[in-house]
């Protein structure tokens, strides 16, 4: 069974800090990883997809990255502001059969302002 | 692009009591998901389908919960009888392409928060 891990569970950095979020799966036969941002009683936006057989993704200040065979994924944040605090979840889809995804449990994130 | 619709908001009941959700995925998506999402955790998958066909729902307690996608469009998902334990977020999602292919993008609506009394 699939189990992914999300470290740290929360995170609060002054604002312009870079700073890393980890990601951790266990199964490594995935199709992909998706990084998402979770607001306050909203849904789920969709922020970086990395397939499996890709090394990285970046968009702006976002820049994630995969190592398949280790089990690992990063979310590098630069120049962090007070607008990218937010609930970060990981999330992992297995290849074969449906394509529901496996999510961690999130890393809660302030930025100070 | 209008993004996937869900419905109520908010919804509070007593255990034993039974209660449905409405989604309205976006317009051509072919594959709709259901997630739970208990505070604090991260969302799990109850159901898939694919147009009005069930995908996976292994996950889903049959013993209570039921989800039907008429005409490949609009679901529902009813719990029957409610528990405690149901208390969650439950959120719907869509994506354009079929079960099986890979870099599909899962947009997902803003949720129904449920509280089981």
């Known amino acids: 069974k699939q189990e992914v891990t999300q470290i740290p569970a929360a995170l609060s950095v002054p604002e312009g800090e870079n700073l890393v979020l980890n990601c951790s799966f266990t199964?490594?036969?995935?199709?992909?990883l998706q990084w998402f941002r979770q607001d306050p009683g909203k849904g789920l936006t969709s922020l970086l997809l990395i397939q499996s057989s890709q090394r990285e993704q970046t968009s702006g200040r976002l820049n994630a990255s995969l190592d398949k065979s280790s089990g690992r994924s990063t979310l590098y944040i630069a120049a962090s502001q007070p607008g990218d605090s937010a609930t970060y979840l990981c999330?992992?889809?297995?290849?074969?059969?449906?394509?529901?995804?496996?999510f961690g449990k999130g890393t809660h994130l302030i930025i100070q302002p | 692009e209008a993004g996937v619709a869900q419905s109520p908001r908010y919804k509070i009941i007593e255990k034993r009591q039974s209660v449905a959700f409405w989604c309205n995925p976006i317009?051509?998506?072919?594959?709709l998901y259901w997630y739970q999402q208990i505070l604090g955790q991260g969302p799990k998958l109850l159901i898939q389908f694919q147009n009005n066909g069930v995908v996976d729902d292994s996950q889903l307690p049959k013993d209570r919960f039921s989800a039907e996608r008429l005409k490949g469009v609009d679901s529902t998902l009813k719990i029957q009888p409610a528990k405690l334990e149901d208390s969650a977020v439950y959120l719907c999602a869509s994506s354009l392409g079929w079960s099986g292919t890979s870099g599909e993008t899962q947009y997902f609506g803003p949720g129904t928060r449920l509280l089981v009394l």
């Open positions: 199964d490594s036969a995935i199709y992909n």
């Open positions: 999330a992992v889809r297995l290849t074969g059969g449906a394509d529901g995804l496996t």
């Open positions: 317009s051509g998506h072919a594959t």
